[in-house]
């Protein structure tokens, strides 16, 4: 099953917006990830919220967890250009706590 | 501060041939893992290891497949006879426990080409 699926899967925005990327899941968690990905390169860890959890600030991310929607968000605010890059959420279900990565969101942040 | 590291960055090889892929995981992490990305698509899990055995495997791990913990710090993926499907780009990740909340740390990723 899918597991993790981000929309939308593309976004564009200026320089300074707010960018706002969702996340909606199947299966029970414990946890849900959010990674960035540069073009080609390695996975980086942006923030976890656990399932007993519902909001998270780290700096300029905030994310937002609802179990009973089964779906989480990722809000970047004040956007730079370097915030350029795929997200992705990943779902950690337990057991050998595995992550199940969603398609991703592509962001563009237009100077 | 502690990162997860792979070698080499780049491999390519024919079709047939065996590759290994290394990884250095964070050093007092106990949880291994092997995820692919083909090109443009999302990362796919591969296996987990605990304790020195494999605790989960996807449908893609299959007898091609094998993955070693030659010592104290190597985490390697061999790939015995690749086929073209097997381009892809290769991470390993770690984690230092169990529990609701444990990060999966990435490495920069190994890119196989298979000619």
């Not at chain 2, 502690?2 to 080499?8: D, H, K, N």
């Not at chain 2, 989960?56 to 073209?84: A, C, H, M, W, Y």
């Not at chain 2, 740390?105 to 890119?111: L, Q």
Request: charged share 20%.
């Amino acid at each position: 099953s899918q597991q993790g699926e981000e929309d939308p899967q593309a976004l564009s925005i200026q320089e300074g917006e707010n960018a706002t990327m969702n996340c909606s899941y199947k299966t029970s968690i414990n946890n849900l990830q959010w990674y960035r990905q540069n073009s080609g390169r390695g996975l980086v860890h942006l923030i976890l919220i656990r399932s007993n959890e519902r909001e998270k600030h780290s700096g300029r991310l905030r994310v937002t967890l609802d179990t009973s929607k089964k779906s989480s968000s990722l809000l970047i605010t004040a956007s730079r250009a370097a915030d350029t890059a795929s997200y992705f959420c990943a779902t950690d279900a337990g057991g050998a706590q595995k992550l199940v990565f969603g398609q991703g969101t592509r962001l563009t942040i237009n100077p | 501060e502690p990162e997860v590291t792979q070698t080499p960055s780049h491999q390519v090889t024919q079709m047939g041939q065996e590759v290994i892929l290394r990884c250095v995981p964070i050093s007092n992490h106990l949880y291994f893992y092997w995820y692919r990305q083909i090109l443009g698509q999302k990362v796919e899990f591969l296996v987990s290891f605990y304790n020195n055995e494999i605790s989960e495997k996807s449908e893609i791990f299959d007898d091609q497949f094998s993955v070693e913990r030659p010592d104290g710090s190597n985490f390697t993926l061999k790939i015995r006879s690749t086929k073209l499907e097997d381009s892809a780009m290769y991470f390993c990740a770690s984690r230092k426990g169990q529990g609701l909340g444990n990060e999966q740390f990435f490495g920069p990723g190994t890119r196989l080409t298979v000619l």
